[in-house]
């Protein structure tokens, strides 16, 4: 049974810093390529960064140069640290694990950017 567990939202001020989690568990982790999407209030569901196993990553334009995407492929985690975070940044963060066709997706945490 695919699982993923997201973790690490909280109410942070503007310019602060959080580090999200997803532990992934059923999926075979080092095939996955794992993504991270948001969905504020209203809005619809969109793209935040993914990577790939071998390496490679990809931002939206939006974060670029404040997200950053990272996977430990030991401990089945993909991490996204978020930097100098605005209140446009406000919204439930979800991961998402693909391969193939195939799309798993979190619970979602949410991330609260207000003074």
């Known amino acids: 049974q695919v699982k993923l567990v997201e973790s690490g939202g909280a109410l942070v001020q503007p310019g602060g810093s959080l580090r999200l989690s997803c532990a992934a568990s059923g999926v075979f982790f080092r095939l996955n390529v794992m993504g991270w999407y948001r969905q504020a209030p209203g809005k619809e569901r969109e793209f935040v960064a993914n990577?790939?196993?071998?390496?490679?990553?990809d931002y939206a334009d939006s974060i670029k140069g404040r997200f950053t995407i990272s996977r430990d492929n030991v401990k089945n985690t993909v991490y996204l640290r978020m930097n100098n975070l605005r209140p446009e940044d406000t919204a439930v963060y979800f991961c998402?694990?693909?391969?193939?066709?195939?799309?798993?997706w979190g619970q979602g945490t949410q991330v609260t950017v207000s003074s």
């Open positions: 990577a790939a196993s071998g390496g490679y990553t």
């Open positions: 998402k694990s693909n391969i193939g066709v195939t799309d798993y």
